[in-house]
């Protein structure tokens, strides 16, 4: 779907915002402080159904009002379609599609697949692991949707076994849901390290394009190498003692690593905060390539603060890439910052939580 209008009311310091989106890269300029990253994830807010800055929906409520709302608009196939979400302090979130309300978004095929860069991010490149393979699941339903029911079956199957195991259950009390587990375990494993090859080299690639020296690299890392359901059975029963003991399932692919690194070292650990930027923005836009590259969708690409960072020639390069990916949305406190370029089709300023021009 391209994004043609955001609608929000009462959504962080915007009482009420209209906003145009251009079919192709919209520039946001403004002084820092002025609302842009507000407009950034309020638009990822109507796309996905959640925020990219905090767990907390009520978070996103512009103060001392009991409700918030965000609607987006758009065109796929020359059909129209309305995505919205509406919170509530007290009631959370209502979900509506096309002026039905709907158990949630994700479902809708017809949505744009979504990324967004902002410095609130980087914690997908330096922090817990947990982060990072939720993440490579979300860029597995953006590649195959039929595909996410995968990790939802691992899931459930873990949950299953981790409450026996604190109930201290017997080995043939277990079997039913470790077979289960091994199975969903494996077909999750190869789903994460396919999506893993279809962005390895444009990882690459980009990285090395925007300033990232050193052959950065992306891999997989799992703790379960096994050959088959029963090998993979094998390996939890083994722990099964141990896992009673500590109340919870310690094999499978819920403890896995996506592994970045830059100059074969791992640019969690040893990276600079330029590093680590740049990693991120090399990820997201190495996804947004493979999912324009191999699905009918066009990610809609949401880029806040990014031009801060690189010099000019690579602003240019930026720029150049991202007009070739899908649409594209970008923050800038200068529209300067931003290279002159064919593909931009629309320059918002926004000043004190207000769009002006």
Same mark, same amino acid.
Request: hydrophobic share 40%.
């Given at each position: 779907?391209?994004?043609?209008? &955001?609608?929000?009311? $009462?959504?962080?310091?915007?009482?009420?915002?209209?906003?145009?989106?251009?079919?192709?890269?919209?520039?946001?300029?403004?002084?820092?402080?002025?609302?842009? #990253?507000?407009?950034?994830? *309020?638009?990822?807010?109507?796309?996905?159904?959640?925020?990219? +800055?905090?767990?907390?929906?009520?978070?996103?409520?512009?103060?001392?009002?009991?409700?918030?709302?965000?609607? %987006?608009?758009?065109?796929?196939?020359?059909?129209?379609?309305?995505?919205?979400?509406?919170?509530? +302090?007290?009631?959370?979130? #209502?979900?509506?599609?096309?002026?039905?309300?709907?158990?949630?978004?994700?479902?809708?095929?017809?949505?744009?697949?979504?990324?967004? !860069?902002?410095?609130?991010?980087?914690?997908?490149?330096?922090?817990?692991?947990?982060?990072?393979?939720?993440? &490579?699941?979300? !860029?597995?339903?953006?590649?195959?949707?039929?595909?996410?029911?995968?990790?939802?079956?691992?899931?459930?199957?873990?949950?299953?076994?981790?409450?026996?195991?604190?109930?201290?259950?017997?080995?043939?009390?277990?079997? #039913?849901?470790?077979?289960?587990?091994?199975?969903?375990? =494996?077909?999750?494993?190869?789903?994460?390290?396919?999506?893993?090859?279809?962005?390895?080299?444009?990882?690459?690639?980009?990285?090395?394009?925007?300033? &990232? %020296?050193?052959?950065?690299?992306?891999?997989?890392?799992?703790?379960?190498?096994?050959?088959?359901?029963?090998?993979?059975?094998?390996?939890?029963?083994?722990?099964?003692?141990?896992?009673?003991?500590?109340?919870?399932?310690?094999?499978?692919?819920?403890?896995?690593?996506?592994?970045?690194? $830059?100059?074969?070292?791992?640019? +969690?650990?040893?990276?600079?905060?330029?590093?680590?930027?740049?990693?991120?923005?090399? &990820?997201?836009?190495?996804?947004?390539? *493979?999912?324009?590259?191999?699905?009918?969708?066009?990610?809609?690409? =949401?880029?806040?603060?990014?031009?801060?960072?690189?010099?000019? #020639?690579?602003? *240019?390069?930026?720029?150049?890439? %991202?007009?070739?990916?899908?649409?594209?949305?970008?923050?800038?406190?200068?529209?300067?910052?931003?290279?002159?370029?064919?593909?931009?089709? +629309?320059?918002?300023?926004?000043?004190?939580?207000? %769009?002006?021009?």
């Amino acid at each position: 779907m391209i994004v043609q209008q &955001l609608s929000a009311r $009462n959504f962080r310091g915007y009482e009420r915002v209209e906003l145009s989106i251009g079919e192709r890269v919209t520039v946001v300029t403004g002084d820092n402080g002025a609302g842009k #990253t507000n407009l950034l994830e *309020a638009l990822f807010f109507g796309c996905v159904g959640r925020s990219c +800055r905090t767990r907390v929906d009520a978070q996103t409520i512009r103060f001392d009002q009991p409700v918030a709302r965000v609607e %987006v608009n758009g065109l796929e196939q020359m059909e129209r379609h309305e995505l919205a979400v509406a919170i509530d +302090r007290q009631e959370g979130k #209502t979900y509506f599609a096309d002026g039905a309300k709907v158990d949630g978004l994700e479902a809708f095929e017809w949505r744009p697949p979504t990324t967004v !860069f902002m410095p609130d991010r980087l914690e997908l490149i330096k922090g817990a692991p947990g982060a990072r393979r939720a993440h &490579l699941d979300q !860029f597995v339903a953006a590649l195959w949707p039929a595909r996410r029911q995968n990790r939802r079956s691992y899931a459930e199957a873990l949950a299953q076994r981790n409450a026996l195991l604190a109930r201290g259950a017997t080995p043939a009390q277990m079997d #039913t849901w470790d077979h289960e587990l091994a199975r969903h375990g =494996l077909a999750l494993i190869a789903d994460r390290r396919s999506a893993i090859e279809t962005i390895e080299s444009a990882f690459e690639m980009i990285g090395e394009e925007l300033g &990232l %020296v050193g052959s950065p690299d992306i891999r997989y890392r799992t703790v379960s190498e096994v050959e088959d359901v029963e090998d993979f059975v094998d390996q939890l029963r083994q722990r099964h003692d141990s896992d009673i003991n500590r109340g919870f399932t310690t094999f499978g692919p819920h403890r896995d690593e996506v592994v970045l690194r $830059n100059e074969a070292r791992e640019v +969690r650990t040893y990276g600079s905060q330029g590093q680590q930027r740049l990693t991120l923005l090399s &990820l997201l836009l190495a996804e947004c390539e *493979a999912i324009t590259s191999l699905t009918s969708r066009r990610p809609l690409i =949401l880029l806040d603060d990014v031009m801060s960072e690189l010099d000019a #020639t690579r602003r *240019a390069l930026l720029v150049d890439r %991202v007009c070739t990916l899908g649409q594209v949305l970008v923050t800038a406190t200068e529209v300067e910052h931003v290279p002159d370029h064919s593909a931009i089709d +629309r320059v918002i300023a926004v000043k004190d939580g207000a %769009v002006v021009g």
